[in-house]
């Protein structure tokens, strides 16, 4: 699922999908927010902040006042359908960074591949890597054949607590320097997944 299309002519966005979904996390305490307060918060420009708010008033999502930006009821039905759930899990042995967010995806896991697709598209976000697993037959399995519930059970099980692992899920695990860039990172490779 892409949110934003590149455009045809011109240049391109300096922001991703994983962008927009931030700026819709951001907005769903349902306070109004001005953009630069939106923009230090998703961690980009003031200008690409704009783009993406004309994006997201052009599809409803959001209401723009002089007080302020808010999200609609358009906006946070979009964020409750969307499969994708995040948690700060610190930092484990699986990953390269020292800082570590799994991005949980429903019923994505059979788009997985080898993960190495998703690692690169993490890396491009600014993270420093991505482990991606996926559920199946009850064990959590980087692929093709490492299962985590016997190399690393300690992060199986603190997955297992933080997530409601299913069949056929899969989880993306971003590192990097920081909870920004993981997060950035685990975010981007779950939006190429949709």
Not at 12 to 27: A, C, I, S
Not at 83 to 109: D, F, L, R, Y
Not at 143 to 172: M, Q, W
Request: glycine fraction near 10%.
């Amino acid at each position: 699922m892409k949110l934003v299309d590149l455009p045809r002519y011109g240049p391109v966005h300096r922001f991703g999908n994983h962008h927009v979904y931030r700026t819709l996390m951001v907005l769903s305490d349902q306070k109004r927010k001005g953009r630069k307060h939106i923009a230090e918060a998703v961690g980009i420009g003031e200008g690409s902040m704009r783009t993406i708010i004309e994006y997201l008033r052009d599809l409803d999502m959001i209401d723009i006042r002089q007080t302020g930006v808010k999200i609609t009821r358009h906006g946070n039905a979009f964020l409750s359908d969307l499969p994708i759930k995040t948690a700060n899990i610190g930092h484990g042995s699986i990953a390269v960074g020292k800082e570590c967010v799994a991005v949980q995806m429903s019923n994505n896991g059979n788009k997985i591949k080898l993960g190495v697709e998703q690692r690169d598209s993490a890396i491009m976000a600014g993270a420093e890597g991505a482990t991606t697993l996926v559920v199946r037959d009850g064990r959590l399995i980087v692929p093709p054949d490492y299962i985590i519930d016997e190399h690393d059970p300690g992060l199986a099980s603190k997955l297992r607590e933080t997530f409601n692992v299913r069949e056929g899920d899969a989880i993306i695990i971003g590192t990097a320097s920081t909870v920004a860039k993981a997060e950035d990172g685990a975010l981007a490779a779950a939006f190429d997944l949709l």
